[in-house]
């Protein structure tokens, strides 16, 4: 029987008959999340920049909340020689110009120009007073791994090739093979933790992985942001009431007008915390151009990011003992504990800032967005560390379906009801999301030329 590993090789595509790649303005990017993965440590540390002098990444830098380059206080190593100051990253290297930073003193002191597309010579990365500035180019393939995209958004919702060789596998191979796509998928979550955790602290990779999971989809960019902006650093500097403050202010949700737009048992509460925020603005606010929007819209109020932020807030008071708590054995039920029981006078009953109380108490955090936390962090952490682990994993039952788990089981077992015996837990959607993103994703031809049907007789 061959390994979910090999048949990931085996089905590679051959680079040697894929055309030459679309510009990346096409791939429509978002220069914020590719600055999100350079602070996050996602891209290789050490290049040549176009001088032929080698570069090596220290320190990527901190967020700049003002004008001018994206990243202060950087560090890097040219040709062995240490280098301090700003960084500054566009996704052409032309838009340096374009940008008019080669006129702009607030560009004089980079240290470094990266860049995800470059034209040559072309274009020149130097200041106002005539300095020539050091530019190194992501690869294409090292974005794409940073960003795990597959070349696909979505693949068509209906039965594939894989259909008739998989209702020929006995049930043992079927379970092999979702075994070990969900073992995979752990394996490449807890790979991009690490490396995290690697440039900026086992507390830190863990704090900005649970803002990940509170985003819930659309604000998960946000929350991350937010979590690396405000690292645990700076905030443990602050009470416990100017965090919420900072965070909330940070989020851009503060005015000195909303609390005359609440209800009236709130007015006070809300004065108060933007007091704090008038205080403390000055070294936390970004302007409007850096920040990310957020998607308040289309969702349940349960969802709405500013509950998700209060959550946020109020772990923060307890992050020590759940970093603790993160790092024991499974099923990490004093780490649940500590999260499920967090509590806030406000937030309790009220959905949104400017929301109503409620009637009954509501939780702060939910049992989604904790399980959220553990298959997508801890666990996989966990499993990575001993496999014995798998054990409590594989007890998690599954929440509903989404719309990949439901396209993979239609194109894998013709249709979400064949696929039910394969839906109960969350470690086999954890399987169906990666096989979907390998094979669905990767493929061109829709289905027609894949080579996985073929290759999923090996699993017998």
Known sequence: MTTYLELLKATEPDLDHISEPAPLRSLRLDEIEVQSLWFAGHFPDQYHCRQGRHIKIISPGEWNRGAGPD???????????????????????RNWELHGHSQSESFNEVILHV?????????????????DIPRIVIQREELTKALGLP???QALARP??????LSQLPEEAIHSLLHQAALHRAQLKAARFNVIARRHGFAQALWENFADSLGFSANRLPMRLLAQRLSLKRLTTLSPDEVEAVIFGTAGFLSPELHEEAPIDSREWLEALWTQWWKLRHQFEFPPERSPAWKVTGSRPGNHPQRRLAALSCALSHWRTITQLARQNPPFKKATEAL???????????????SRRTEKPIRLLGKSRLEEFLINTLYPLSLVENSSNWTSFSGIRASKANQKVKRCSERLFGSLESAKPYLKYAWQHQALLQIYQDFCLEDLSDCLECPFPEQITLFK
């Open 115 to 131: 860049a995800l597309e470059d034209e040559g010579a072309t274009y020149f990365t130097r200041s106002s007073n005539d300095r």
């Open 151 to 153: 070349r696909l958004s």
């Open 71 to 93: 990243f202060i206080e950087a560090t890097i190593e040219i040709d062995g020689e240490l280098k301090h100051g700003p960084i500054e990253l566009d996704l052409e290297a």
């Open 340 to 354: 499920s029981s967090l509590s806030h006078d406000f937030w309790d009953s009220h959905h949104t800032l400017k």
């Open 160 to 165: 594939g090739r894989c259909l008739q060789p």
